[in-house]
Every structure is written in C-alpha cells, then in structure tokens.
C-alpha cells in the first residue's frame, strides 16, 4: 500500500471537554474520500515524535474540504496538538483503513430497500467521534438509528447524534436528568434495545463486553467493532498493529490468524476478533 502525505491546514481547534479537543482541518482530497470508520494519520511537527499519531474522522465534508477530528490528550503528540492554532499546518496521511461495511443496507443504498431497517451505535468515550460520521451516514440512508454513548464524567458529542436523528440514550459515572448511571451494556440490557446492525467504537474491554453481550443474544457478525492498537508505520508494512483473528482455512476450519488493524481494519466483525482476557 503506498501513503500519500498530504498537508491540513487547522481551521479551529476548540476544547470541548476537559482535555478533549474537536479540530477541523481544510485537506480537500482527503474530505473528498473519506468514508465512516476510516482514520487520519498525523505527522507532528516536533521532529521527535516521528511516528504519526492515527485518529478517527468525525466529520468529513467533501463540498467544505474539511475533516474534523476529536482527540484527547494522552501525550506528548497530542499536547502538540492541542497548542495549534488556526494557520497551523500539519502533514497528514489519510483516509487510512477499511471503514465500516455499510453494505449490509445496501437495499437503502440503492432506493429500493423496505424502510424500517434499525442500526446501533455503540460509542465510548472518544469512541464515539468516528460514530458521528457514521450516524449522519446512516441518516442520509434512511436508516433507523439508537446511539448508546458512555462517557466517564464529561459526556461531549451528544447533540451531534440527536442532530443525525439518533434515538440517542447516554451513560456516565455521574449521572444527571439526560443520562444512566452505568456502561453501555447495563444501558443495551435494561432497556432492551436490538437493532439489525450494531456499529462499535471505544475503549478494547468496552468492544469485548458488547461483543459477549450480542452474542448472548444473536449473532456476533452483525456486530462491527472498530479497534484500537498502537501503531507503526500505519500503512500495512510493520505489522505492529497485528491483532488475533478468527478465520477459516481452505478447509474450511477455523484457525487462529493475524490481521493488521492499520490497513485491514480498523473495523472487523466482532465474530472475527479473538477477544484478550
Ligand atoms: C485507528 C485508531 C484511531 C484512533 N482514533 C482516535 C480518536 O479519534 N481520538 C483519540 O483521542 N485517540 C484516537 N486514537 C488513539 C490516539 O492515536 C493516541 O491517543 C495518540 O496516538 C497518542 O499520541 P501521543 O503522542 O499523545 O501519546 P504517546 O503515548 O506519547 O504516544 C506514543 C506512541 O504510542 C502510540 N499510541 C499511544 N496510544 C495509542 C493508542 N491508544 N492507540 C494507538 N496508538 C497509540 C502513538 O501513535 C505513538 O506512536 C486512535 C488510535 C487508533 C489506532
Ligand atoms: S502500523 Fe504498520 S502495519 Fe499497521
């Protein structure tokens, strides 16, 4: 896979939690080929932090040239990140990775589809940035959707979902008048909440728990997880990012593979991932 390096110039980079920064960047092309669960890398511009740091699109808008990120600060790269002002060029690789299978609609792709199909957004933290470009995604298809979002104190995002139509239910450790206390799964199992497709993205143990929690009651290929792993390069060349899958062999057995999250997901199926712990 080649990477092409392109440059983003910062149109607004605002704290919208404590922390958690939502920034817009002006890289046309890559607005233009974005698609929901696909991800940017970005190059920082202290020399040494030379890994790219890969982040989630939240937003991209083809006829703006814009894409939008959320990010929290978790180091040195995103501290970087967090003091750009608006001018600030960063070079960027993107959209990276396969994104979310939305042919599983595809009769809602077509126009020719029975109305009525349900989706669920499944979002944890700053999980639930790449979930927003999916939601409106779904929205444009017609597609019925529940967002269950868990946050730990601060909850951020929320009204994008609702904006998009979501039927949006919200989970914290500090609940208040618009939100449980609890996780996304106390959420899904008190209020029953099903849905043709189920769409991930959050912290590992939060997929591993919806993953357990789908398969108790239907099939876990209907879940799509979009996953997490420190990465190398970012393109398919150092396998650093390997996960432990599931896949059948020419025999038609299942046997333990690899697969790297970079350039084969980041989203796979939840039945493919062999889950830690
Ligand atoms: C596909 C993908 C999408 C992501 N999307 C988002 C997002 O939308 N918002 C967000 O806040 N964070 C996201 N992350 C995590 C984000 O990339 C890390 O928090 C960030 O790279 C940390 O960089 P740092 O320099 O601040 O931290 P440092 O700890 O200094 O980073 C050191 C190294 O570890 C890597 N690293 C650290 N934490 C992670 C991690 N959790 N996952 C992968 N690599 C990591 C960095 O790339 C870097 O090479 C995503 C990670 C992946 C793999
Ligand atoms: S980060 Fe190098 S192969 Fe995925």
Same mark, same amino acid.
């Given at each position: 896979?080649?990477?092409?390096?392109?440059?983003?110039?910062?149109?607004?980079?605002?704290?919208?939690?404590?922390?958690?920064?939502?920034?817009?960047?002006? /890289?046309?092309?890559?607005?233009?080929?974005?698609?929901?669960?696909?991800?940017?890398?970005?190059?920082?511009?202290?020399?040494?932090?030379?890994?790219?740091?890969?982040?989630?699109?939240?937003?991209?808008?083809?006829?703006?040239?814009?894409?939008?990120?959320?990010?929290?600060?978790?180091?040195?790269?995103?501290?970087?990140?967090?003091?750009?002002?608006?001018?600030?060029?960063?070079?960027?690789?993107?959209?990276?990775?396969?994104?979310?299978?939305?042919?599983?609609?595809?009769?809602?792709?077509?126009?020719?589809?029975?109305?009525?199909?349900?989706?669920?957004?499944?979002?944890?933290? /700053?999980?639930?940035?790449?979930?927003?470009?999916?939601?409106?995604?779904?929205?444009?298809?017609?597609?019925?959707?529940?967002?269950?979002?868990?946050?730990?104190?601060?909850?951020?995002?929320?009204?994008?979902?609702?904006?998009?139509?979501?039927?949006?239910?919200?989970?914290?450790?500090?609940?208040?008048?618009?939100?449980?206390?609890?996780?996304?799964?106390?959420?899904?199992?008190?209020?029953?909440?099903?849905?043709?497709?189920?769409?991930?993205?959050?912290?590992?143990?939060?997929?591993?728990?919806?993953?357990?929690?789908?398969?108790?009651?239907?099939?876990?290929?209907?879940?799509?997880?979009?996953?997490?792993?420190?990465?190398?390069?970012?393109?398919?060349?150092?396998?650093?990012?390997?996960?432990?899958?599931?896949?059948?062999?020419?025999?038609?057995?299942?046997?333990?593979?690899?697969?790297? /999250?970079?350039?084969?997901?980041?989203?796979?199926?939840?039945?493919?991932?062999?889950?830690?712990?």
């Amino acid at each position: 896979m080649k990477k092409k390096i392109m440059e983003a110039e910062v149109l607004s980079n605002t704290e919208i939690a404590p922390g958690i920064f939502r920034m817009s960047m002006y /890289v046309t092309e890559a607005a233009a080929a974005a698609v929901p669960g696909q991800f940017i890398n970005i190059y920082l511009n202290d020399k040494s932090l030379i890994l790219p740091r890969p982040f989630g699109i939240c937003e991209a808008d083809a006829s703006e040239g814009t894409i939008d990120i959320v990010y929290q600060i978790a180091g040195q790269g995103t501290r970087e990140m967090s003091e750009a002002e608006r001018g600030t060029v960063f070079r960027i690789a993107g959209p990276l990775g396969r994104g979310f299978d939305l042919t599983v609609f595809s009769d809602e792709i077509s126009g020719t589809g029975a109305s009525g199909r349900s989706a669920m957004i499944i979002g944890g933290g /700053v999980g639930c940035s790449p979930l927003v470009f999916l939601a409106k995604t779904l929205r444009k298809m017609g597609i019925n959707t529940t967002a269950v979002l868990g946050f730990r104190k601060e909850k951020f995002l929320v009204d994008e979902f609702r904006n998009a139509d979501c039927r949006t239910l919200v989970t914290t450790d500090n609940p208040d008048e618009d939100s449980f206390l609890g996780t996304v799964v106390d959420c899904m199992r008190v209020t029953e909440a099903e849905a043709d497709e189920y769409f991930a993205c959050g912290p590992g143990l939060m997929l591993a728990a919806v993953d357990k929690y789908i398969k108790e009651r239907a099939d876990d290929s209907r879940l799509q997880v979009s996953m997490e792993e420190r990465m190398g390069c970012g393109y398919g060349v150092c396998m650093g990012c390997s996960i432990a899958v599931k896949i059948k062999d020419e025999s038609g057995n299942i046997v333990r593979s690899h697969r790297r /999250v970079c350039s084969d997901g980041p989203v796979f199926k939840g039945s493919e991932v062999i889950w830690r712990g």
